[in-house]
């Protein structure tokens, strides 16, 4: 074993050890009422506010909505992860101690193990936590949950939250590279080659590339976003998007969300871009207005909408929901149908004829 | 072809704005130079005293509030009132002085007293310098110092002072925050006794108290008191730098006037000004002179642990007599009725407004020490060598104004004084006694303040004049309106007038300091854990209503948005109920209150993590609702609850308590 084999491995293990004293991970809530902002940091072997009595008063504003209380006692990971951490960095120390080679690359594997399994758990436990909520809750909005978002930013009632991976995240993956490459250092050593080197370069990147898997999930899998009613204005015509019942959304193939205040304005919009656009939604009439695909979704043309003044496009999940309000205008049953319509002109016609 | 049209329109549309625009800005120039409403100098006032919305103030102002026996707190420049202290009153807004825990604060040997009239302001200080650890405050009616913490900004002590009254100069403290004193400006008997009022000359007798304030905890005693000739002690003010050793009381009334005191206590040219060597004293009293008398005064104080106040009844003190302190205490000569005497920064000058003289005498300290070392003295009363009026002074501001009061300084050698008939600010230079500038202020101001004007370090940046008489200038609401204040640039040569605003009750004195030094030790929420409260629930499984007798008391706790218990059954008429009401919060600015039907206390407010009680007598069966009255959360309306209250002799309902508990009979 060379020196430089064991010094990436003693700062593998150091690195390791290190995630023991600072936090994983952090979720940062703020809101009008809280400038001051509410905060959890998630470390190996528990969650703790970011100020003494920030988990108390999570818990306390998440009862009104029926969320469970976060009672760290009660999370077995937190109880699992510290002793799982100890397998790699004891399995290090012995490595660099008794000179045991062949044990870098299970430690490295181990720590990427820990990882995925960790941060799969992680999302679920969000879904659980803003899923699972109390059928007697004071505040109850029909559709709405309030999973925390797993990375970046997510806007969930009055708060921002916020999550962040922490500086022992950083510490752990600091950790997998070394153990990692210390077992390349042994390989190199033993065969030689660069091409080797390359190759497990590859399988590294491709470690990275898992972890950072579901941070990019929207471009595989891409969700609508929620308005900001009156703030966020249409792609199309810049108007501030203020109707609830006519919205829609479009994503391309970069992972870009455009919004519209009507399926007009996306109509006109998507005219050009086929082949970039990787989903459609539109809101649906019928409350709670959740988004619908829009290849999948009905139509009614109508200009006898309660409360607004012109023709407008209303869209329903299917043809069930639509029979119902068959009176006020003309219904298509497809968004190929609607968009020909759409194309000559055909929709206002259509409706002022009626 | 639509869009061209779209754009010329939009450039019609655009056009027309700016030449609107252009022709209301005219408009709006003409106008105000026409009518004069605004000028230069008023829209630079503006700016200089705008705090942005979110933006903070640069200084906390705390201004007594008089009669109303309460502190106001002021942001400064802004004049945006913050929080009302209440100190020698009742609050109905907070409780204060209503629930079980305060009202020991407002005990006296005469009795609970919810009110007195609260003149004067002290910020601690360390080397003459603000230090913002603590706020006193005197009680004139029945004399008592009152220490408010700072961090909290809430009373957290009171003391009384025996054999004196009317304590007006009071609670002015030493340079180290080492006493704080308090002088009455009424002589009485001492002991007080039934004595016929002509006989004042023989019997009357003046106070002065020292009170020993604790380094560490801030806690007060009564050091010594000093029976004195019986004149009207006025104001007093410690000296600093070279004269910290000395406190000097003004006094009035050397005629010894009982009756129509305007005419028969304004006859001598020259009143007295009784300059003391408290460190002197002090040294004295530890060497055991002075007479042990028997007496009776309270001492209250908020334990900070449990946050509930309790009052202490002592029986002695220790006087100190002509015939102890001589070498100490001395008389200077002073123009006549003067209102206070004020030393300057350096703690060399002593400038003391002589009221009906219409001249500001400017003392020398190093001229006072050598009068008494050259015993330049005039004459001796009482004992009490009086000094040489020509030996000691500095100088003289010559025609300040008329009816010159009270000076505060500021960091460029320069003194400001209040004269109350002129209605003006006068600054003046503390050397040479020159007068530099004259403001007009709205109406008749009293005392003035700039932050640590009376302090070695002061911030000559702004000058407050509390004003005593309102007249025109707010819209008028009926006879008795605030009074105002007027907030004065004086960080040029010339003081500039920025902004008016109303202060509530009548402000004495006040005192400033930079919000730096105070915003960050602000107390956001007490520590339910280390509550030591006899009456706290600590957690809802600790709810519990108990009875003795027909004691009945009721461990409450209130958290967002729930009472526990919210039902509770079998209180009878007659019964004594008290709701110790825990609020489990630990949040920044989550209030909650505590208020139930025919109560005779008002609502009492319960910030996170304290404990406060209310007595409740039920005199009727019924059903009576409560409810928690600060507006806490979006639930706020649906905390609330009932209690059930039968007949005092029926014992079919057994004492009980629930919440969450929806069956029904």
């Known amino acids: 074993m060379t020196m430089q084999t064991r010094v990436l491995a003693s700062i593998s293990a150091l690195c390791l050890a290190g995630t023991y004293f600072v936090p994983m991970w952090y979720i940062i809530l703020s809101a009008p009422q809280f400038p001051e902002g509410l905060g959890l940091n998630i470390w190996l072997h528990g969650i703790e506010g970011r100020s003494p009595f920030d988990l108390q008063n999570i818990n306390l504003l998440n009862h009104y909505i029926g969320m469970a209380d976060i009672v760290p006692a009660q999370l077995i990971e937190f109880k699992l992860l510290p002793i799982a951490m100890l397998i790699p960095l004891s399995g290090l120390v012995v490595s660099i101690i008794f000179k045991l080679q062949k044990l870098y690359l299970p430690c490295a594997l181990f720590l990427v193990l820990i990882g995925i399994v960790g941060l799969v758990d992680f999302n679920h ?37 916020i999550s962040i991976p922490g500086f022992g995240v950083v510490l752990a993956l600091l950790a997998t590279v070394f153990a990692y490459g210390a077992s390349i250092n042994r390989k190199m050593k033993l065969k030689g080659g660069s091409h080797q080197l390359l190759a497990n370069l590859g399988v590294f990147l491709f470690m990275c590339l898992t972890l950072s898997l579901n941070s990019c999930a929207n471009l595989l899998s891409p969700q609508p976003k929620a308005i900001a009613w009156g703030i966020d204005t249409c792609a199309f ?81 299917n043809k069930q929901e639509i029979i119902p309000y068959q009176n006020m205008g003309r219904m298509i049953f497809s968004w190929s149908v609607l968009k020909l319509a759409l194309d000559k002109s055909f929709y206002s016609s259509t409706v002022s004829n009626q | 072809m639509n869009n061209k049209m779209n754009f010329v329109n939009e450039y019609i549309t655009s056009g027309l704005t700016v030449i609107c625009s252009l022709l209301i800005t005219i408009l709006c120039l003409t106008g105000c130079s026409g009518g004069g409403v605004v000028n230069k100098d008023n829209l630079s006032a503006a700016e200089k005293t705008y705090v942005p919305p979110g933006k903070y103030d640069e200084f906390y102002a705390f201004l007594s509030g008089g009669y109303s026996g309460q502190i106001d707190v002021y942001g400064l420049p802004s004049g945006r009132l913050f929080k009302v202290i209440p100190v020698f009153s009742q609050d109905p807004c907070s409780g204060y002085g209503y629930s079980e825990e305060t009202k020991p604060l407002l005990m006296t040997s005469y009795g609970f ?86 006989s004042y000359k023989q019997n009357f007798k003046g106070i002065l108290s020292f009170v020993k304030i604790d380094p560490k905890s801030g806690h007060m005693k009564l050091g010594f008191q000093l029976l004195v000739p019986g004149y009207d002690y006025d104001l007093a003010r410690f000296g600093k730098g070279p004269s910290k050793d000395w406190c000097f009381f003004t006094s009035y009334n050397a005629e010894q006037a009982h009756t129509l005191l305007e005419v028969n206590a304004s006859q001598f040219d020259k009143d007295y000004t009784i300059a003391v060597n408290w460190k002197k004293l002090a040294a004295l009293v530890d060497s ?38 001589a070498g100490c205490v001395y008389f200077l000569p002073t123009a006549k009725s003067p209102h206070g005497m004020d030393v300057d920064p350096t703690g060399e000058y002593m400038t003391a407004g002589g009221k009906l003289a219409a001249e500001v005498t400017i003392f020398s300290f190093k001229k006072m020490l050598a009068a008494i ?23 003289q501001v010559a025609k300040p104004g008329l009816g010159p009061l009270h000076n505060e300084f500021d960091d460029s050698g320069n003194g400001y004084v209040t004269n109350f008939i002129s209605s003006d600010v006068t600054k003046y230079n503390v050397q040479s006694g020159e007068v530099l500038d004259k403001i007009p202020v709205y109406y008749s101001p009293g005392h003035l303040l700039i932050p640590g004007g009376d302090t070695s370090k002061p911030w000559g940046k702004y000058l407050v004049a509390l004003n005593k008489i309102t007249k025109d200038r707010y819209l008028p609401t009926g006879p008795d309106m605030d009074h105002s204040a007027q907030l004065i640039d004086i960080s040029g040569a010339k003081m500039k007038l920025l902004l008016d605003f109303p202060t509530h009750g009548e402000p004495h004195y006040g005192q400033a300091i930079l919000a730096s030094m105070l915003m960050p030790k602000s107390v956001k929420f007490f520590d339910l854990a280390k509550s030591t409260h006899p009456y706290v629930t600590k957690s809802e499984k600790d709810v519990k209503v108990t009875r003795k007798g027909n004691e009945v008391h009721v461990y409450m706790t209130e958290i967002r948005s729930h009472m526990n218990p919210d039902n509770i059954q079998g209180i009878k008429v007659g019964d004594k109920v008290y709701f110790h009401v825990t609020s489990l919060e630990q949040s920044w600015s989550i209030g909650h209150g505590f208020a139930i039907l025919g109560g005779d206390i008002p609502n009492i407010r319960v910030m996170s993590g304290e404990t406060k009680t209310v007595i409740w007598t039920p005199k009727h069966p019924g059903i009576y609702p409560f409810y ?31 919440m969450g508990n929806d069956k029904t009979d």
Not at chain 1, 148 to 155: A, E
Not at chain 2, 161 to 181: Q, R
Not at chain 2, 630 to 637: I, M, Y
């Open chain 1, 125 to 161: 436990w969000e879904y659980v936590y803003g899923h699972n909520l109390n059928p007697h809750a004071p505040i109850k909005i029909p559709g709405m949950v309030y999973d925390p978002p797993f990375l970046g930013v997510k806007q969930l009632l009055n708060f921002t939250a």
């Open chain 1, 237 to 317: 015509c810049k108007m501030n998007i203020v109707d609830r019942q006519t919205w829609c959304e479009l994503s391309n193939s970069h992972g870009k969300i455009y919004l519209f205040d009507s399926l007009t304005c996306l109509h006109k919009f998507s005219q050009g871009k086929k082949n970039n656009i990787t989903k459609m939604w539109a809101g649906n009439f019928v409350p709670p207005h959740k988004p619908i695909d829009i290849n999948q979704a009905c139509f009614l043309l109508t200009n006898k909408r309660n409360g607004s003044m012109g023709q407008c496009i209303l869209t329903f999940a």
């Open chain 2, 113 to 198: 007293l919810p009110w007195d009239d609260l003149h004067h302001l002290q910020i601690s200080r360390s080397n003459a310098i603000l230090d913002g650890r603590w706020l006193f405050a005197n009680g004139n009616n029945t004399p008592r110092i009152a220490r408010i913490d700072l961090p909290a900004f809430e009373t957290v002590e009171t003391i009384e002072l025996p054999n004196c009254a009317g304590n007006h100069s009071s609670p002015y403290i030493s340079a180290n925050t080492e006493y704080a004193v308090g002088g009455g400006r009424f002589s009485i008997p001492v002991p007080n006794k039934d004595v016929s009022i002509n």
């Open chain 2, 288 to 325: 055991g002179k002075g007479e042990t008398f028997n007496t009776k005064y309270c001492h209250n104080i908020l334990d900070p642990n449990s946050r509930v106040a309790s009052t202490n009844v002592i029986s002695q003190e220790t006087v100190l007599t002509n015939k102890d302190y």
């Open chain 2, 373 to 395: 070392e050259n015993q330049a003295y005039e004459k001796s009363i009482d004992n009490i060598p009086v000094l040489k009026y020509s030996e000691i002074i500095a100088t």
């Open chain 2, 628 to 658: 928690c009255t600060d507006f806490c959360s979006a639930l706020h309306q649906e905390m609330q609850g009932y209690v059930q209250v039968v007949g005092a002799n029926t014992d079919k309902v057994p004492l009980s308590w629930s």
